[in-house]
């Protein structure tokens, strides 16, 4: 299986600051990758899909580079409901794999 | 819009099976994958398996093989999960998600979750 490895585990931010989240790929993933958010007792919202590409309706302070095996999320403008944890997913190959998650709190 | 509405909370007991439901609206049922996807308590997400809405298809995760069966009733857009043979370590939020317009594999919009709890 592909083992996905995201840093760090949890961050504290300040509303206006700029968050860079890592996710790094046991293997190559060519841009097989997505990114989701999510907020305690709800489900997982997609963000990004193929490593760099805004699913409808995200706003653009969201943006996702990488490719091969080491990828990012960066969050502009930080702003008090992006506070959650965030996961990536690689779907290159089965079976599809998450990462641990990156829980952003308020600093 | 795109709605996915899953089945309310179910408690079982150790060895007896569960079926989760997910209600698809909002979109052109028979063209997409659904996924599941699940999450124990302190745990990463971990994927089950799809069906291919339109065929009935399914692949499955090595790892629930034998124990998971994924259906779908296209009249009633509605896609099953089946998972028998319950443990402990099965009790988890479940979540049906959908495959993506650009790759059945990248999960665009997601259920609510059921909560699934196994205990004696």
């Known amino acids: 299986d592909i083992q996905m490895t995201q840093s760090p585990s949890s961050l504290s931010a300040s509303v206006g600051d700029r968050v860079t989240i890592t996710c790094r790929a046991s293997q190559g993933i060519s841009n097989y990758l997505g990114w989701f958010q999510q907020k305690p007792g709800k489900a997982p919202k997609s963000l990004i899909y193929g490593a760099s590409n805004l699913q409808s309706g995200v706003p653009s302070k969201f943006s996702g580079s990488g490719s091969g095996t080491d990828f990012t999320l960066t969050i502009n403008s930080l702003q008090p409901e992006d506070f959650a944890t965030y996961y990536c997913q690689q779907y290159y190959h089965y079976p599809l794999t998450f990462g641990g998650g990156t829980k952003v709190e308020i600093k | 819009q795109v709605q996915l509405v899953q089945s309310g909370a179910e408690v079982k007991n150790p060895g007896a099976s569960v079926t989760v439901s997910c209600k698809a609206s909002?979109?052109?049922?028979?063209?997409?994958?659904l996924h599941w996807v699940r999450q124990a308590p302190g745990q990463r997400l971990e994927w089950m398996g799809w069906?291919?809405?339109?065929?009935?298809?399914?692949k499955y995760s090595e790892s629930f093989q034998g124990r998971v069966t994924i259906t779908r009733d296209t009249s009633a857009r509605t896609v099953y999960m089946d998972l028998s043979s319950l443990r402990s370590e099965d009790t988890a939020v479940y979540h049906c998600a959908r495959g993506g317009d650009d790759n059945w594999n990248d999960l665009d919009y997601w259920g609510q979750g059921t909560l699934i709890t196994v205990t004696s």
């Open positions: 069906i291919d809405a339109g065929r009935g298809n399914t």
């Open positions: 909002g979109y052109i049922f028979s063209t997409y994958f």
